[in-house]
């Protein structure tokens, strides 16, 4: 093992990037798995507490590795027990995190950027704008933090059941570090999560989301929150690149590719906007032919923003009008709201936003490949 100039923070490596890490440095590989046990199932990030790693190794280790977690900057739980911290991810820039807990599961909710460069119209962190992609450790370190408040052990007192990559920024365009994060989540020796209980959520990349299921067999989510390209457009700018057509066909080709596996379809409900019986008549003739469920996520208001909340009497009315048309669809319940914690409603602290986001939007308009 060389003594490297910057020592590597091991949260950036999945199973097989650790063991060819230790394999390089002359280790043997089962090594990898000692130390990730430690890691995930332990919450151990000091080398000289990993007992069953020879002395000599431990003292290399501490010389060319690391394992930092992210710095919490300020942690609140809410009244209906959703937690939420806010991480500094370098001196300038800091994300959110949530965790959601229900009776049946706790869900965490992690972000794959700093900011965000899709500018979609109801959401409150384009409003900061893009800075950066996260490293796999900055990701998978947001839910080491929770799972380490929680107290969770994979296999044993499995509080943290599922992650959904929803907070903030656009995953898909973080693709290997999400991916491999996401093979951390799923690990026996990282977090155990079932591959259906790790759901990436995206604004609606289409070639990225071929991309996913070759190389990644997670549940996939898409913003979808209008039926037809001239709303959506307005709503989800992505969509004049990626219209509605071409995303339902990426969508029913993830599908066919996983036998009994569903697209969630996330519709935020915005009052006036989006939420006409018109429209949910339209919706359900949209999602026909897909295999997937819809998720109605009435609007969580911020400062600034233009949108309202949909009553909640046309919003039961959207359901029915989809559920008589034999659409799965679900409600989903307003948490965390009075920790701005809800769905939307994430903001860190993004810094160098304007030079950035110039940049980013000049990617996309090249083609997503380029920018992944
Ligand atoms: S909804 Fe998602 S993709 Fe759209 S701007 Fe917000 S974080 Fe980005």
């Known amino acids: 093992m060389d003594m490297a100039q910057t020592r590597t923070n091991l949260f950036g490596l999945d199973r097989q990037g650790l063991r060819d890490w230790f394999a390089q440095a002359g280790e043997k590989p089962y090594r990898a ?55 500094g991810m370098d001196a300038r820039n800091a994300i959110e995190a949530v965790f959601i807990p229900e009776s049946s599961r706790g869900t965490l909710c992690v972000s794959s950027q700093v900011g965000c460069g899709l500018n979609c119209q109801f959401c409150s962190t384009a409003t900061q704008g893009f800075n950066r992609n996260l490293s796999t450790a900055e990701i998978i370190g947001q839910v080491w933090v929770a799972a380490r408040h929680l107290g969770n052990v994979p296999h044993h007192q499995r509080k943290l059941t599922n992650v959904v ?38 604004a ?75 429209l949910a008549r339209q919706l359900a003739r949209l999602v026909r032919k897909v295999p997937s469920k819809i998720n ?20 039961r009315e959207f359901q029915k009008i989809l559920l008589d048309a034999g659409a799965l669809t679900m409600v989903r319940r307003t948490r965390g709201d009075d920790i701005d914690a809800a769905c939307g409603q994430l903001k860190g602290q993004v810094a160098d936003r304007t030079r950035r986001q110039a940049e980013f939007r000049k990617k996309i308009e090249k083609g997503v490949a380029d920018a992944a």
């Open 296 to 315: 109605l996520i009435p609007f969580n208001p911020f400062a600034g923003t233009r949108f309202e909340r949909s009553d909640e009497s046309a919003i």
């Open 204 to 278: 609606g990349l289409v070639p990225m989301i071929d991309r996913l299921s070759e190389e990644s067999d997670v549940s996939l989510a898409v913003s979808l929150h209008a039926p037809n390209d001239a709303l959506r457009t307005e709503l989800v700018p992505l969509n004049r690149k990626y219209p509605i057509a071409e995303l339902m066909d990426a969508c029913l080709r993830y599908t066919q590719k996983r036998p009994r596996t569903t697209v969630t379809f996330e519709y935020t409900m915005m009052k006036g906007v989006n939420d006409s019986p018109e």
């Open 33 to 87: 798995d000692q130390v990730m046990k430690w890691m995930y199932h332990r919450h151990v990030t000091d080398f000289a507490q990993m007992t069953d790693v020879g002395k000599a190794l431990r003292s290399k280790l501490e010389a060319v590795a690391e394992i930092v977690p992210p710095n919490i900057l300020f942690e609140k739980q809410s009244t209906d027990g959703t937690h939420k911290w806010l991480l």
């Open 165 to 202: 990559m929803m907070g903030m920024g656009e995953p898909l365009l973080n693709f290997e570090n999400v991916v491999r994060a996401m093979n951390i989540m799923r690990d026996d020796l990282g977090f155990g999560l079932a591959n259906k209980r790790v759901t990436l959520s995206t």
